[in-house]
């Protein structure tokens, strides 16, 4: 992800830093399982922590080129930072990795990476829940017309538009958690998982001083379904942002002008066109969703490795696993951000919404209808006769309102009283359940 | 999905005929309710549901022709149903999908069948897990080659191997089971989720009826992030599939064959070439893999429908809703029926293990080594050279095996004793924690 | 594709009576060479070609019946029609099929399926084209507001706008003639492609007689890299149907309603609202083009083929083919229509881009100011400052125009004639170069 | 795309610097044509290239700064340069711009680095495309089984099966060709594409100077489908990449050993077994080719941008642009470096071929009995029956070759002359049309 849309919180869990102390830490820990169990020398376990601690804590530019000279030899990373750790701890350094195989401390390393990334991105998630709460009960009771088709339906409110994103969010939250579940999970097994060399324990011991679950069953590798399932999450989180976003374009669109990303003093628009205050914001978060969205199949093709594994996915990983994840993180801060400071025009919501002549009622006229005995059939050809002969004619010196027309029509005016298509006219009913769509929502 | 890779229990989910069945039963629980509620004549409700329930219990071809001509007319599929309702219910009919849009019949219908589907395939997949946990406890002590990067690297069993996939499909199945609860949800809730002409008690009855949950804040529509992740779900677990079929395909391969799919009487392999038996069950399934998960990205296009709900996602869903079922349906039975009667060689196994010399055991000489007191770095110096020197000379006359290299090194000769060596070459060891791993996949 | 979105036109090209005749097609021609040749009797050839033609002409289900019943046995669907076409032509048959493989009969044909679908696809194309092209020239000097991030930016010809989306069609019409040219092979090599026991003329003479080019090196199969090719040429053109659904989907909005899909009598918008007119049409297109660009990622994924061949590919292919071809083919047909008959509706277009009180000629403002002699950066806020000032009063009883605006800056004033408002205030300028564009774009 | 598989001449091109240098070389070229037709000062044209010039030339991390701080106000990375130049070229920088928007530089300078990275790409396919030449060449005759479903089929040459990848990735180069085609455009038309503030002649002017074609209509941008149609043709590049790939690592794989990737001194295969030499290349460039290829449907989701456009594409592309060509040249010189180096074993391919016992020439005998009058049928279940007792006994002390068989079969020894099984089973029939392919492929 390029920094741009990057925040160096979530950076920092993907620096080669975090990586490497990771790695000393599996490794330091798993020396100190197996010093427990007698497999190595207690002393041992002691130094390398010791030293270790010492030289991941003072990890400098100059450690980074001294692990990639040596892997430019061995062409072998784990060795590579192996032969480094060697250097820092000295003899005892025998006692390392003793049994355990590469996959071991990357994918468990992985593992831990991903649940930092999770835990970040919940609390992000939280605070786009609870901007998106904020401005649902703000807006509970504001009018607003919904759409379907993009085409005027019935009004809504435009808290209970939020209320809904903020739903599509809370279940994004528990796939996350869910997902991160998946995936907070250690191996430390051996070759081919079959702790040949290595005692089961020593995984046990890992695991809970990592927060981890053991892995049940891995080959060499922990299995990539996990990851896949994990990646899927944030396609359908990603996926939700987008939801939001592209309502936010449409509001703000020249047309329509009900609501606004912030325009910051200083802002411009556009090189060209000084006048401009464009959705840049929203049409950003539909970009990165494409982006999130698009590490989901190459996760899905990396479950397929060859026999116990094969190597395929981690080109794969080094690059998805940071790039999905900072552009989460980044577009979940900018959500929430946007929506804190978003500027909602409650007049012209109630001016677009009366711009059509009154017929977004005609669905409450229809049922008036039906109420009164008139066929479903024959409801529908009455209301939409009075509906087109308004729309057609919007706007024109001759055009009347919807009910105007249906006052004149005496299909209609013979069969209902002028009381009833005056509740049929009132905004009012279409608010009366959002409290309890609220109590669903918001507890 | 072509009826090649369809099995009838599947494909009759998706067909005309159950859609209307659910389409009628969702109206006639909403009349019910309704009734009970005083909103419509308590009559009425009845006599909606007896002929409405000769009319679908009589559907034929003719009816569906009849729904097909009203369409044609109306462009509208749920007035065309409802029209044609209303010829075999009679006047009564004026009472039915009062207050409702079609949504809320289309997306609660959708709900019944997802739900329906999920169960057929859980059926599946129990089979699946069933065929593996047999197979697995079969071989749970055969002796084979584990394989990284498809190098051979150190023994492992066959039933380890199928003890893996048994835990992938596992997870698969909560997945599945979490997807499920995912989609089964009702709503019932007007033009743009308001309820505004209808009570949310017909909404609970209904979604009690149907086994279904209520949405808690619908638009006009069940929002699709639910359905976007039900179809990662779907992905995932045939992603898990192809793991297998890629294994079996490297098993069955003519250099290898440790396995092979049971290859029937009369079966033809090649037209050109008689003695071909091929692997096309597992080929099969990699295909089939692919086009399930294929579906998870228009899934997630589908999620940023534009305000209250745009109807794009329709076309999408009435592909890929049977195809990716019928095709995981499908996938799941032919993979149960192929690990059933996987025919496996555990001879050959052996016969490939010892192929290279014994170098599959230098791992266990690398730890033998370090206990002796050898640095990692010249541990790993002194038997990468010897594994090299065996197998850079493999089959050759020259050629001896990585045991008679060792034993003839003095850096190894003079440090650790030949009993030691022994068991370093037992592949004893490998299965010695395979009862273990069992106990924490199987229980 | 579910026959809702399909044309019997195209469902014909991928029907097993078409499949079957093409592969006899090739069968008979072969033996033709061959018979040439030398290889096999001419008599034999004759008769091969004179029964097979009759049966073939007389094909039907109970033929297609036999066929399924053969390959229940053989499990191998060349195999079976072959042994079906024995029992029609009798004992010449042993000349059929002599030196070839399966993949040759498959993939020929598949080649000239796909050449047949294209060329559809072609003539789609072009009734698109034309329907564009027609529309464009009517509509070249209809005067509508540019947009970008969906604001209003400067006035354009909503014949432009179409002249747009002609020339992308156009370039879409070139890459599928590309495609088809790459999928426009032949191969009839072998079992693995040596022309081991067939002589290449034999191939040439058939793909001279099909149409095709030879296949200059096969494996087994075509590679199918040009099939991948073939369904991004797909993807990318329904990726244009999109652009153009979403414009339709945009300018028919309730806020917007610059145009209209044609509304058939009869039709109906909603169940629930009879007022709705919805553009049904672009929005079932947006669907259709997820559906379309969902299966170029299979076909990528087919490409790495197991040495000389595995079949993985085929059942991805058994569903993409059809799908793919019959989806875009009932897209462009739905899309050319809907553009034939679309409603426009020249005066709203004019009000809308006049509601924004003239500052979508802040531009030519900005450059006034610039030749004044006033620095980029100064004439920006002065612009700037006046159109904020009419955009934030819009539609308030104070709010003032963007030229009232300026007339009453003295830093515009002061500085620019209002002669030279009065022209940067004309749309006609944005107009002038249409000729020009059209020029290059329809020549 | 991480530096691991970053190369600096391609990241070079994705760099600010370059960026900035592309931008500055637009602007400039506008400013020489609108003096050559009078619209600006010579004088200024001449400044504004003079300065510009020593300050991109002298372009350093604080200009890069100052122009990021202007940024953080303006929120707008054109205006943000287009500040920065003003200060380093003084008064005359009001000149600079005119009439022009930001997407004229932005989309410009997109088509002049991705036509960099075309040119980049086109010369690693071209060193790709001499390896595998090379190597086919090298081993035209060298005798190797082919193999469909993994399974022996009929032997072929190594040589001959480069070919096919070489033509495989001749027909890449020549997409490549045509996609750098697409996207070498200019697009100097203004806010909406109307040239209302710019005379054609200088986008003219500026695309014949950067060698660039006129985009014919453009919008506010460069439609997407030529950037759409880019990234597919990467796509299919890298799927042959894997296609390459995947071969590799099954002929190197334990029971194959065909061939290998060099090892080089020092290289470790694992940690934990250093026996172990794997093929990490050829793994590599699989998880490439997936990332290369994800790129293809976040490329395609860009192209139905809101109405003349949105900026939802832009995040996408500030990330797959340089990801996907990094990438793509990255793994076309390490997989041309790979096959450079490849190490090749003649006598493994022989001894693998001879492994089966002799059924590879089952389809040869097939030809031979039915050339001896018996029908498909019948020879089929002649060959079939002995090509599978050989295969069934392979190995075993009882086992028989094919040709064993065969030579005990009385439906074979009366009906055909031992002579003609001596061809049957002679590789050299399958190696007799090779130079004829060579000439086809190679020319």
Same mark, same amino acid.
């Given at each position: ?93 025998? *006692?390392?990795? %003793? &049994?355990?195989? #590469? /996959? ?7 593992? !831990?990476?991903?649940? @930092? ?113 994990? *990646?899927?999450? %944030? &396609?359908?989180? #990603? /996926? ?7 309502? !936010?374009?449409?509001? @703000? ?121 008139? /066929? ?68």
């Amino acid at each position: 992800m390029v920094p741009r849309y990057s925040r160096p919180q979530m950076t920092a869990i993907w620096s080669p830093a975090n990586r490497y102390r990771i790695w000393f830490e599996i490794e330091a820990l798993a020396c100190e399982a197996m010093a427990e169990q007698g497999a190595i020398p207690v002393e041992a376990a002691r130094i390398i922590r010791e030293k270790g601690d010492i030289a991941l804590a003072a990890f400098s530019d100059a450690d980074l080129a001294r692990i990639d000279e040596i892997e430019a030899e061995t062409r072998h990373d784990v060795i590579a930072f192996l032969t480094w750790l060697a250097e820092k701890v000295g003899p005892e350094s025998r *006692f390392v990795h %003793l &049994g355990m195989t #590469s /996959s071991d401390v990357l994918d468990t390393c992985l593992s !831990v990476q991903l649940t @930092q990334a999770a835990d970040l991105l919940l609390e992000d998630m939280d605070r786009a829940l609870e901007a998106l709460k904020t401005r649902a009960y703000e807006h509970k009771n504001t009018v607003t017309i919904g759409r379907s088709h993009a085409i005027h339906a019935e009004p809504t409110s435009f808290g209970l538009k939020l209320a809904g994103h903020y739903a599509e969010f809370a279940r994004g939250r528990e796939r996350l958690v869910q997902a991160r579940k998946e995936i907070a999970v250690c191996a430390i097994s051996g070759a081919v998982g079959t702790y040949a060399h290595i005692d089961p324990a020593i995984e046990e011991y890992v695991a809970a001083k990592l927060g981890l679950e053991v892995e049940s069953v891995s080959t060499q590798v922990i299995p990539r379904d996990r990851h896949a399932a994990f *990646f899927c999450a %944030l &396609g359908v989180i #990603s /996926s939700g942002i987008e939801r939001l976003a592209v309502e !936010v374009r449409h509001l @703000q669109r020249s047309e329509v002008r009900e609501a606004e990303e912030f325009f910051h003093k200083g802002q411009k628009g556009s090189s060209a066109m000084p006048h401009k205050r464009n959705p840049v914001l929203s049409e950003n978060l539909t970009g990165l969703a494409r982006l999130i969205r698009s590490h989901v199949v190459p996760a899905l093709e990396n479950v397929a490795l060859w026999h116990e594994r094969d190597i395929s996915h981690s080109a794969v990983e080094r690059n998805i696993c940071p790039d999905a994840t900072i552009g989460l993180d980044f577009a979940l801060i900018r959500m929430a951000s946007m929506m804190e400071k978003l500027v909602v025009y409650p007049d012209q919501m109630i001016a677009n919404m009366e711009s059509l002549g009154g017929v977004v009622h005609s669905g409450e006229v229809l049922l008036a209808l039906a109420r009164a005995g008139i /066929s479903r059939e024959d409801a529908y050809k009455i209301v939409q006769r009075n509906a087109m002969a308004t729309w057609t004619r919007l706007g024109q010196p001759d055009g009347r309102s919807f009910r105007e027309n249906l006052d004149a029509d005496p299909d209609v005016k013979d069969r209902i009283d002028a009381s009833v298509l005056d509740k049929a006219f009132d905004p009012a009913q279409h608010l009366a359940k959002v409290d309890r769509i609220f109590t669903r929502v918001f507890g």
